[in-house]
């Protein structure tokens, strides 16, 4: 059975850097690419990027490039995230999902990142 | 990037159809059939409802079906059920190699 565990809730302060994980667990690691999906408040779906867990490779959505950093350690299942010069626009839930194949059908249980003075 | 465009909200009676559109351009909806649809009830992750515009995970309603045509998706619901009420998102794959989500429809089953 699939899992995506993330890891707790964050909260941060404006300008400093927040790294969430995600444990995949009930199929082979390296065999999905990884995806990030963020969600504001009351706020629509929003793509970050996608990460291939057998390569590293990475590519992100315009409007985060250069401020995050996607990566993976295959010895333990994990990719991870990281988003840096936070402001309080990012505070949102942010899921780690599976990528099928230009779609997702297991997403992890999200994680509430708030950034706040 | 501008997301996909999805009307705001729409509502019907339940045993109705309703059909909610996702209209993006030829680099992104009409470009691939790369199209999907997630519903999203409060406080929940989203649910996987339809992939590659037409096809329908295992496990969900047949009343729930995909189109395309030209720039535009859409998702159907037909013998609507009060448990249909939730927001409902399109995404879509784009020739930058990204993907793009719809701003979302919040369906309401009066």
């Known amino acids: 059975q699939v899992h995506l565990v993330q890891s707790g809730a964050e909260v941060k302060k404006p300008g400093a850097s927040v790294k969430v994980s995600c444990k995949a667990s009930?199929?082979?690691?390296?065999?999905?690419?990884i995806n990030w999906v963020r969600q504001a408040s009351g706020q629509g779906l929003e793509w970050m990027g996608w990460m291939d867990p057998n390569s590293g490779n990475t590519g992100y959505a315009e409007k985060f490039q250069g401020r995050v950093t996607m990566t993976r350690n295959t010895s333990i299942s994990t990719a991870y995230m990281e988003l840096s010069s936070l402001r309080s626009e990012d505070t949102a839930v942010y899921y780690c999902?599976?990528?099928?194949?230009?779609?997702?059908?297991?997403w992890g249980q999200g994680i509430l990142v708030t950034v706040s003075s | 990037q501008s997301a996909l465009t999805q009307p705001a909200s729409v509502s019907e009676s339940p045993g109705q159809s309703i059909t909610m559109s996702c209209t993006g351009t030829?680099?992104?909806?009409?470009?691939?059939?790369?199209v999907s649809w997630y519903q999203q009830h409060p406080g929940k992750a989203p649910k996987l409802m339809i992939y590659?515009?037409?096809k329908r995970p295992s496990g969900v309603s047949n009343r729930f079906s995909g189109a395309k045509s030209g720039n535009t998706a859409s998702l159907t619901i037909s013998g609507l059920q009060a448990e249909d009420e939730a927001d409902y998102y399109c995404?879509?794959?784009?020739?930058?190699?990204?993907?793009?989500f719809g701003g979302g429809t919040k369906l309401t089953v009066l």
């Open positions: 009930g199929y082979t690691f390296t065999n999905y690419d």
């Open positions: 590659d515009v037409i």
């Open positions: 995404c879509s794959y784009r020739s930058s190699g990204t993907l793009v």
């Open positions: 030829s680099s992104d909806v009409g470009g691939y059939d790369y």
């Open positions: 999902v599976r990528d099928e194949y230009k779609y997702s059908y297991y």
